[in-house]
């Protein structure tokens, strides 16, 4: 008995080991990944021959340390099991009993389990470690996720429809509530959450992942909004994060660019993947989308753009508060400000980054003050203002959380669709500002916002 109970015990100090050392497991797993990333990219040679050289060295020591794990968790069985036979050996003169015996593998077995029976604490974004490890192996490396988008683009794409349906604003401006709205339409198709970490590749992600409805929670924001893994949300800025390799996220802004033709038409291509239907037209919310506009305009004047807007003083408090929240949810967990960098939402938090529109200027002063983000509003909608081109609908937020439908028909009117469902909840978000603000700034932007009303 004394023999089963020292294996038990001994396989759940050795596994107990393994899982306090997991994390060079992950480690691997990560640069494992990051070396094949690297293979599947498409620089210069030596550049890549390079980089190579520089992550297979880290791999290397990552192998190792993780071989080590498992060598030590072995000697801890080994050892325990060659003491035991040395005790029998001096005290009884009996061999012990043999591994392959069932109650030698039941021993093992229940001592191997212990140290998993603790669960493994989550982060308090709700992602558990696998998952966290998962994201980073798929989201971090741009190279793989472009090889399988264009694996699945030649064996699931569609046609092409070039007339989709962008919802965008400066955030905090109802951006999210106006999509899910027109998302619940079978006209429209759009990325939600399920889609997650795939994002290039969501139908090979959908043959291992099939999530359930299950229950909504509101969402980190605190804001009232209801999410499931079937929301709809802001995930395709993650697209043109790969397909640029990030050049336009600057150390301290976003910066507008031009998208190429061969760009825009790769666009159609994620769009083609995410539609299940020719008939079915793409939807997405994506607050960066300004910055790209003119390009995409340049070579498709059939794309339409809703884009949301707010009074300047209570907008630019709804941000500054969200910024607030968002740096203190990232101070107490990192995966958060990893999953929104990901994601490219730099629009409040400790990597926040304000948009630097050709012609604009970056807001100055203090994050904690009322000012910059009335800046942040100035610059934003002052260029919304010079968009040209047709297809751009401009809608107040005040005027859609009072009469929703009347502003959801405005954007479904060009593809001669109407809102048939019960009518959403109207609702009044006003919020009282009583923090300190330069008359000055808010007075140009109070001109700026009559000037996006007569947009309507």
């Not at 939600?192 to 909504?216: I, Q, T, V």
């Not at 009232?224 to 395709?236: D, F, K, P, R, T």
């Not at 033709?261 to 997405?284: M, T, V």
């Not at 479904?412 to 923090?435: C, G, T």
């Amino acid at each position: 008995m004394a023999f089963y109970f020292i294996l038990a015990l001994s396989a759940s100090l050795a596994f107990g080991l393994i899982r306090w050392g997991r994390k060079s497991f992950y480690r691997l797993a990560i640069s494992s990944t990051r070396v094949l990333d690297i293979m599947l990219g498409d620089q210069d040679e030596d550049e890549k021959l390079e980089e190579l050289q520089s992550h297979t060295g880290k791999l290397i020591l990552n192998l190792l340390a993780f071989i080590g794990l498992l060598i030590a968790a072995a000697a801890i069985i080994l050892i325990s099991l060659n003491l035991h036979d040395i005790f029998n050996a001096l005290e009884e003169g009996e061999a012990a009993p043999e591994l392959s015996s069932w109650q030698s593998i039941l021993a093992l077995s229940v001592g191997a389990t212990i140290p998993f029976l603790v669960p493994f604490k989550k982060s308090p974004s709700g992602y558990s470690e696998l998952a966290m490890l998962l994201h980073r192996m798929v989201l971090n490396n741009y190279h793989l996720g472009l090889k399988l988008f264009r694996r699945e683009v030649k064996s699931k794409g569609i046609e092409k429809r070039k007339d989709f349906l962008i919802i965008s604003g400066l955030a905090r401006a109802g951006t999210t509530s106006f999509m899910n709205h027109l998302a619940t339409l079978p006209q429209f198709r759009s990325l939600n959450y399920g889609n997650m970490p795939f994002l290039l590749s969501p139908h090979l992600w959908s043959r291992f992942y099939k999530p359930k409805a299950g229950a909504s929670k509101e969402r980190s924001h605190k804001d009232g909004i209801q999410l499931g893994m079937n929301s709809n949300e802001a995930l395709e800025e993650y697209f043109f994060k790969a397909i640029s390799k990030d050049s336009y996220i600057k150390e301290h802004c976003l910066e507008e660019y031009r998208l190429s033709a061969d760009a825009h038409e790769s666009y159609l291509d994620y769009q083609s993947i995410i539609r299940q239907s020719p008939e079915q037209i793409y939807l997405a919310k994506n607050n960066n989308f300004l910055l790209r506009y003119r390009g995409l305009r340049e070579e498709n004047s059939e794309f339409h753009l809703v884009l949301l807007f707010r009074q300047p003083l209570f907008h630019a408090a709804s941000l500054r508060s969200m910024h607030q929240r968002y740096c203190q949810m990232q101070s107490e967990d990192v995966f958060v400000l990893e999953y929104m960098n990901w994601l490219g939402h730099h629009e409040f938090g400790l990597d926040q980054k304000p948009f630097l529109f050709e012609g604009g200027q970056l807001p100055e002063g203090d994050k904690s003050e009322l000012n910059y983000w009335l800046q942040i509003w100035i610059e934003y909608y002052r260029f919304a203002l010079k968009l040209e081109g047709p297809n751009i609908h401009f809608i107040p937020y005040e005027a859609f959380c009072a009469e929703p439908v009347t502003y959801i028909n405005r954007a479904l009117a060009p593809f001669q669709l109407k809102w048939e469902q019960d009518a959403p909840q109207a609702f009044i978000n006003q919020r009282k500002v009583d923090l300190e603000y330069d008359q000055a700034l808010h007075s140009e932007a109070l001109e700026i916002y009559a000037q996006l009303q007569k947009r309507l």
